[in-house]
Structures are given as structure tokens and as C-alpha cells.
């Protein structure tokens, strides 16, 4: 069970805009603690695709966009195509655990 | 270019010892915290360890707390994860992952920037 709680699955058609959520508590999102995210092609090593709720580091499309507010976050991905398959994770600190808290992984399909 | 390289990994006992490496290239080390996430099989992403810039503080989750310890050796820019009492539900892929940081009106922050390939550790019997 995650500290921080993501959909198992979402889908979308190529061209399409979807978000993936992630829920907190006030011991990490809520706590004003950042929102990061990492993408995962199965069988590869994550890769950093926002940092500090809505920073995208040099290489990573516009297309890719994260919020916060109160104790959840989202990440959107507008403009779908099928190389955006792949599993999602927020990623957060949290006060309570003295560390780095995952959501348990939202696998994208893009249909 | 950041590169981080596992290795270490591989087939042990149930409450045998292991020890990972990750060999750093591309920038100092001892400038930046450092991070153990592993991943078992089929799983989620999990953080294991952090060691600070300095190497003067370290943090573990508590699932592996008091069995685990992260360390590094800055005159070879290479991170550590010894391993003790392993379990079977220790088995998973291991990655390092050095910080990264910015600045914001809450001040100086780090997050977890680049990752290695993984390290595969399966413990059975």
C-alpha cells in the first residue's frame, strides 16, 4: 500500500489529453512538500519527466504538464501518442517517514 | 553526461549478505545526495536510502532499516548499499539515483534527477 495513492490504469486515443492523479496527506503534498514525477518504459530505468510540481527538464515535451493542490497532485499529458505508453509515478517527501514516498504507478495505454 | 552504473547484484540466501555499487561518471559525487530505489518484480517503485551531499546524514525506509546501510567512497565516486539478513521480499531490481536541486520561494530543494540501468537481487532459497 503506497503513501501516496495513483489510478492503476488510465487510456486515452492518440491526440487526446489525459491526467493521472496522486493523492497525499498533510505529511507530504499537503504538507507544502513538492511533487515530482518519473516515467517508466517496462523493462527500462525511470526517467524524470517533472520536478517541483511543474518543471520539466531540458529534453521533456510541453506536452507533459503537473499541478498541485491541497494534498494531491496530477500530471497531464496533452497531444497523446503511442510512445507515451508507458507506467507513471509521483513522487514526494513525506515528514512522518523522513523520506521519499512513490505513488504505486499508473499504467498509461494509448489506444 | 551523468552516467550511473549498478553492479553487485545477483542470487543469495535468505539472511545472507550482499553489497551493490554504483560507479558515478560524469559529475563529483560528494557534491550531491544520493539515493537507493529498488523495484520488485512486477511492483512499484520504492525508496530504499538517501546519503546527503556531505555523506554526514543517511535515511532508510524503515522496511529496510537497521539491515541495510548506504555509504560512499568519494576518492572513487562510487555509492554503496550493503545488504544484511536479506529476505525473500528484498528480491528487485536496485537503482541508484543522484539529486538534483533548484530553488524556489520555499528555498533549496532536491529531487531525485538521474537514474542507473538496475541491479537484479534475488534472494531464495
Known amino acids: 500500500q503506497s503513501v501516496l495513492t495513483q489510478p492503476p490504469s488510465v487510456s486515452g486515443a492518440p491526440g487526446q489529453r489525459i491526467t493521472v492523479s496522486c493523492s497525499g496527506s498533510n505529511s507530504n503534498i499537503g504538507a507544502g512538500y513538492d511533487v515530482h514525477w518519473h516515467q517508466q518504459v517496462p523493462g527500462t530505468a525511470p526517467k524524470l519527466l517533472i520536478y517541483g510540481n511543474n518543471n520539466r527538464p531540458p529534453g521533456v515535451s510541453d506536452r507533459f504538464s503537473g499541478s498541485t493542490s491541497g494534498t494531491s497532485a496530477s500530471l497531464a499529458i496533452t497531444a497523446l501518442q503511442a510512445d507515451d505508453e508507458a507506467d507513471y509515478y509521483c513522487l514526494s517527501y513525506d515528514s512522518s517517514l523522513s523520506g521519499w514516498v512513490f505513488g504505486g504507478g499508473t499504467k498509461l495505454t494509448v489506444l | 553526461e551523468v552516467q550511473l552504473v549498478e553492479s553487485g547484484g545477483g542470487l543469495v540466501q535468505p539472511g545472507e549478505s550482499l553489497r551493490l555499487s554504483c560507479a558515478a561518471s560524469?559529475?563529483?559525487?560528494?557534491?550531491?545526495?544520493m539515493n537507493w530505489v529498488r523495484q520488485a518484480p512486477g511492483k512499484g517503485l520504492e525508496w530504499v536510502a538517501s546519503?546527503?551531499?556531505?555523506?554526514?546524514?543517511?535515511n532508510y525506509a524503515d522496511s529496510v532499516k537497521g539491515r541495510f546501510i548506504i555509504s560512499r567512497d568519494s576518492s572513487k565516486n562510487t555509492l554503496f548499499l550493503q545488504m544484511s539478513s536479506l529476505r525473500a521480499d528484498d528480491s528487485a531490481v536496485y537503482y541508484c539515483?543522484?539529486?538534483?536541486?533548484?530553488?524556489?520561494?520555499?528555498?533549496?530543494?532536491?529531487?531525485?534527477?538521474?537514474w542507473g540501468q538496475g541491479t537484479l537481487v534475488n534472494v531464495s532459497s
Open positions: 560524469g559529475f563529483t559525487m560528494s557534491s550531491y545526495g
Open positions: 539515483a543522484k539529486d538534483g536541486y533548484y530553488y524556489d520561494s520555499g528555498g533549496h530543494k532536491n529531487y531525485l534527477h538521474y
Open positions: 546519503i546527503s551531499g556531505s555523506g554526514g546524514t543517511t
